[in-house]
Structures are given as C-alpha cells and as structure tokens.
C-alpha cells in the first residue's frame, strides 16, 4: 500500500460513514482487503457483531433479517445449538491433523455418509476447504482419469454460459467468459468450449457434435438448475439429462468413451433447489460432484468431491503414478467435518426440505404478481432461491444501502434481486424479505 492508498483509506476511515464505527474498524479499514470490492470508491461495510436465526446484529443496535444467509452457507440459521456444540466437542481433543498418514473420525464418518446420501454410486469424497479448490480438484480428476484409465491426453472442459465454478484459475478458465468478476483474465487462462446450456433440441446437438468431434475433452461441467452467481438462472431437469445423453453417447464401437459429467453443486447441494441434491431432482446421476457452502452450514470452511466408482478405479492401482497427487493443507479439518456431521444430523432430524417448500410457496406467492410490472423482466423461484430480474440496471451500491435502511440484508447481483434465505426462516422474516424486494420492483427506489 503506497502512501497516497493509505492516506485515502485513513480519510475514508475518517469521514462521517465511519465516525461513529468501533475502533477495530476504524484502525482495520485501511488495512484489510474485501472481496469484489474497490477498495477506494466502496460504500464502507457495517460492523456487525452477532447473528442469531435469520438476523444479523449491527453494532449500532439494529438487527437485519439476512437474505443472503452468508453467501448461501447458513442453511439451518447462524448459531444452531447443534453445530456449535459439534465443533465445541471436537475443539478440546483435536481440533485439526493431517490427514497424510494420520486418520480421524469425523472425517471418515463424513465420506461414509456422503457417500450413502448422494445419488448412484458416488462413493468415494475428497475433502479441501472451499468450493472453488473442490472444483479445482473435480477438473484435476477428469483430467487424470483419461491418462491413467485409457492413456489418453484430455484436457479440454465444456462449461456453460452463466456458469460460475469459483475464482481460482483453473475454475475462471470455466465460467461464463463474459462475466464481469473474470473477463479482464481471458488472456492469462486456458481456452475452453463455453456453449449455451442445451435447453432445446438444436443446443443438444450442437454439444453432442461437439463431444463427438473434439476428442481433447476430459469434462462437461454445469451447475444444475440453478446457476447461482451468473444471476440466479434457472433451468430444466430436461436440460441436464440433455447434457448426461451427450456425454453418454456411444463411439462407432458402441463403447463409451464420452467425456465425464461434472455436477458442480457447491450452491445447489443440501437441499438449495427443493431435492437434497440438484441431481435426485433431475434423476440423473454425475460422474463426479463437487459440494461446499450448506455442507457445514456456515460455521467452518469445507468442501468436499466425490467421485464415482468407474472414475475412482482409474485411480485405485499399484502404480504409485496413478495416485490424486492433490493435498490442501486442511483436507478433512476435524472440527469442519464434525460440524458437517452434525449438519447431516440437522437433515436427518428437523424437517428440512418441508420448510424449503414452504419457503418457495411464500416466494412463489409474494412475488408472482411481479411479473406484469414493465419494469421487472422475470421472477424466478425454485426452492430456497427467488430472484427479480429487472428489465434495466439500477445502482447495486444504492440498492444495498436501500435495503438495509428496510431491515433487510440483501446483495443483488447484476440486475437480479435475490435471496437465499436460511431454511429455518420464520414467515414473518420471510416476509419481510419479499416485501423489500417487492416495495423495490414496484417502486424503483434507486
């Protein structure tokens, strides 16, 4: 940080949005680094300083109903008594160990349960620390899977406009290449097939010829039903069983040798469409799914990517060259994967996907009849996920604070207005929720 950043962000830290802020704030703010944020032109963030349910708690006193549920991981509230005394349990005999040449219960126990719960045979999870290395992880595979099982050279990925896989390289090079957080990197990442998503006939055929012709093709990678950061786009289970044919297809010999299906389900997994899983809803089964956010429910970082039989067995051999040589720091954190545990007992227990129906049928009601508003483009809902489309771009900055000056905690993406809401929401929260959204379609505040 050069002296005239550093000044800049003192006065920012000075000025009358932070006066009257806390003094770990105001002696952080010219320090810390914030995410999708510049730095020198931002809205200051508020402190909060507690979460309880569905609320957040201001410094000042307020207490916001959060709709975004920290970036989509807080599925069963903040705080849920059963999560924190999982990783209290865990803290005091070991809070974290390697896992090279070292075992421990929680996440062997995690991987058992896993692999019973997800669809078909994804019975073996690698676990890392975040969505993006899991996708990382999930590409890493693919692109093993082909040299060790059929001596093949494939490293080429299909992916899907709107699709966001994360923020590290490899997961940039297979997003959307026009969306705004990655386009100024086209230059520095490897070219891949980005394709519109085949929801009809003619784009199925254009990816199966695809498929056919290029034979550098380790993966097809999508997020299924539901693309979350590309503006909370939805699609058909027709469209993902589109895209499992394609990669099923035979060769001239009748073998199958198409590419692998990855269903990266970090957002849309634990319950976020409606189904546990984006793929029990489409009854189509991934070779490899990768899984994060609602997995630990907003307490820990963890993420995990299960393979399939057919793809773990490319790897399950006596030739040591064969192995994932692939090892983050904190794979299988002991205190994440009792937390995680801990979240599955949630599923098992409370009545989970209930309470997401109910969230849709409020969101479907609230906000339907915003559809025949000139201003508003769609109203899209599917499970713990409803988004406004406006028809025109609006101020995000304005229409965050706006937001919060209802009592509400709501970050839009583009010109989409959404939440994710935690599914142990009250209606009363809930409705708080849709009403700022709605009062913002109606009246185009900003």
Known sequence: MDG???????????????????????????????PYAQMKTMTPPIPAVATRGSTLQLDDG????????????????????????????????????????LAHEQAYRLAARLAALTP????????????????????????????????????????F???????????????????GMHSLFQGSLAPQHILPLP????????????????????GVIVEPLIQGAGGMRMHDVETLRRIRAACDAP????????????????????????????????????????????????????AATLASARVYAAFHDDDPDKALMHGP?????????????????????????????????????????????EQVAAVRVRGAVAAIEMAEAFDIEAARAWFIAQGAFIRPLGQVVYITPAYTIEPDELAALTTAMR???????V
């Open 161 to 179: 406009l709107g699709g966001y896989h994360g923020d590290t390289f490899a997961t940039m090079a297979v997003c959307d290449p026009d969306e």
């Open 439 to 445: 009062r913002f379609a109606e009246e185009r505040p």
């Open 120 to 159: 078909g045979d994804l019975g073996r999870a690698f676990f890392s620390e975040s969505g993006s290395v899991a996708v990382e992880v999930a590409l890493k595979i693919a692109v093993q899977y082909w040299r060790n099982a059929h001596g093949q050279t494939r490293s080429k990925f299909v992916a």
């Open 199 to 218: 929801d009809t006939p003619a784009r199925h055929d254009a990816l199966e010829r695809l498929l056919a012709e290029d034979q550098s093709i380790a």
């Open 4 to 34: 005239s950043e550093r000044r800049s962000h003192a006065a920012l830290a000075e000025d009358g949005a932070t006066a009257e802020k806390p003094n770990w704030y105001r002696e952080g703010l010219p320090h810390i680094w914030l």
């Open 329 to 373: 720091t904190y794979t299988g954190h002991a205190v994440g994967c009792a937390v995680a545990n801990a979240g599955l007992d949630l599923f098992e227990r409370e009545p989970r996907l209930a309470q997401i129906r109910a969230i849709e049928a409020q969101c479907r009601a609230a906000l339907a009849p915003l559809e025949a508003l």
């Open 62 to 101: 307020r207490r916001l109903v959060d709709g975004v549920g920290a970036w989509w991981t807080a599925a069963h509230g903040y705080n849920h008594p059963h999560l924190l005394d999982a990783a209290r349990a865990q803290l005091e005999p070991m809070p974290h160990i390697m896992l090279g040449g």
């Open 251 to 302: 060769t001239a010999a009748g073998e199958r040798q198409g590419p692998l299906l990855i269903f990266d389900e970090v957002f849309t997994g634990f319950g976020r469409t409606g189904e546990m899983f984006a793929a029990d809803a489409a009854g189509v089964t991934p070779d490899i799914m990768t899984l994060g956010k609602a997995l630990s429910g907003g307490v820990t970082p963890l």
